[in-house]
């Protein structure tokens, strides 16, 4: 008899004796308590499920509530306003002198005309959304704000230019500055430049 068909089974006993005693003896591991607190363990937790659908509807209802709630008419009132105060503002802050003030007083009048035209378009919008507007009325919408924003900057924009003619450099730094802060959007990065 050779000494390889003695190895052949014999390999194939001791391997099967390892593939018996391996599960059980994976448990001599641990203490046997351990053993027990393994078997008696909670399974995980499930992965949290989406919010039932009633919840999404009323969340979906809040956020429709809110919109109906946006006054286009009060959020174009408050615009100008802002930029009437901005005027305000910045003729304090520039200091100017009395030569300067005939540029300034074109200026103000042409930018006083052009508020009181975008007032009057604001007194045309609904004091409330009745319904969310479709995709095509938003894109009227903006374009009808680009349309009144691009109006006033022409209104205003050549009196502007003859009141930086006679400013000095340091009246400049102020007018140049961004301007940020309470009821204004953006830092100094997306500051608005400017009187409007």
């Known amino acids: 008899m050779s000494v390889r068909s003695l190895l052949l089974p014999t390999a194939f006993v ?3 004796g390892f593939a ?3 599960p059980a003896s994976a448990f001599d591991l641990f203490d046997g308590d351990e053993a027990i607190e393994l078997a008696q363990a909670p399974p995980p937790a499930p992965p949290p499920q989406p919010a039932p659908r009633g919840e999404r509807a009323r969340g979906a209802e809040r956020g429709e ?4 709630h946006v006054s286009p008419k009060s959020m174009c009132l408050d615009m100008v306003a802002r930029r009437i105060g901005d005027r305000a503002y910045l003729k304090a802050r520039l200091e100017l002198k009395s030569e ?5 007083n074109a200026f ?3 930018a006083d005309e052009a508020s009181a035209k975008s007032m009057a378009r604001c007194q045309t919008l609904p004091t409330e959304i009745k319904q969310r507007p ?3 009325e938003r894109l009227t919408m903006e374009e009808d704000v680009m349309k009144a924003r691009i109006a006033t900057i022409d209104a205003v ?3 502007l230019t003859a009141l930086v003619g006679v400013l000095t450099d340091d009246q400049k730094a102020i007018l140049d500055r961004p301007r940020g802060g ?3 959007h953006g830092g100094p990065a997306m500051g608005r430049p400017g009187p409007r």
């Open 14 to 16: 001791l391997a099967a």
């Open 20 to 22: 018996f005693t391996t």
């Open 65 to 68: 509530r809110a919109e109906r």
């Open 100 to 104: 300067q003030m005939t540029a300034w």
């Open 108 to 110: 103000e009048k042409a």
């Open 134 to 136: 479709t995709y095509l």
């Open 157 to 159: 924009k050549p009196s």
């Open 182 to 184: 309470f009821g204004h």
